[in-house]
């Protein structure tokens, strides 16, 4: 699911912390704890300026192409091959697209195991991954993180068995974690990073304070 400007944050053994102190005013941090990033839906409907902080680093758009309006920001780009559709595309103008982003890492596909997302059984990420994102690794030095199932009922299913299936072919430098955990408790969302955390490398990429079932935002 894409929501106007939400707020994603990168967790390679971060602390959690990270994701509650994006609106403080924080003196500049050292590079490697810069973590935070944008989930840049918006196309040029929003100044992104307005968004960035000290921790924020990097932005992702479900896309490939850079965002306009990220032109001359302090923004990394992180590439999606979003799914099969963009596949071709994708692989036309990557390799032109790291050259002049000095991109580092390229996210997996969108809500593979959701018929209204990218709609791919995991015989289908995994050729995906070996045909356009594998190769990409070894030339161009970026990391590869894996599809992101939606937090809905059989994901963790999909990526076990993308995982099993992937074997040695394809590499999964990080866990795309579950976009879509939206929720208003603050300590279960706390111990489902840790958990995932604790057997995985794992950036989070779609997250808001928020119950999408029903009635309920959080107070941050
Ligand atoms: C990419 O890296 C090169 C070499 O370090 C640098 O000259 C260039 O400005 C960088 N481009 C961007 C968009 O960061
Ligand atoms: C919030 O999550 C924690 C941990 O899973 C749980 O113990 C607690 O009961 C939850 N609180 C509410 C109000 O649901």
């Not at 935070?36 to 409907?45: E, R, S, V």
């Not at 390229?106 to 050729?127: D, F, K, S």
């Not at 974690?177 to 706390?190: E, M």
């Amino acid at each position: 699911m894409i929501t106007s400007a939400t707020l994603v944050v990168a967790l390679v053994g971060v602390d959690i912390v990270t994701a509650y102190s994006l609106c403080k005013p924080l003196s500049q941090p050292e590079p490697s704890r810069r973590k935070a990033g944008l989930g840049w839906g918006n196309n040029g409907a929003q100044n992104m300026d307005q968004f960035l902080s000290v921790k924020v680093s990097w932005y992702y758009n479900w896309n490939f192409l850079v965002s306009d309006d990220a032109s001359g920001l302090p923004v990394e780009f992180v590439p999606m091959l979003w799914g099969q559709a963009q596949a071709e595309e994708f692989s036309d103008t990557i390799v032109s697209t790291l050259q002049s982003t000095n991109a580092t890492a390229i996210l997996g596909m969108n809500e593979p195991q959701e018929t209204g997302q990218t709609n791919l059984t995991p015989e289908q990420a995994v050729e995906l991954c070996k045909q356009h994102l594998e190769p990409l690794r070894a030339a161009h030095n970026v990391r590869l993180g894996s599809p992101a199932p939606s937090g809905a009922p059989g994901s963790w299913q999909w990526l076990t068995a993308f995982l099993q299936q992937c074997g040695e072919e394809c590499t999964v430098d990080f866990l795309v974690l579950l976009p879509d955990w939206y929720g208003t408790n603050a300590t279960a969302f706390k111990e489902f990073l840790v958990d995932y955390h604790s057997r995985f490398n794992i950036w989070l990429t779609e997250w808001a304070c928020q119950n999408m079932a029903g009635p309920g935002y959080c107070t941050m």
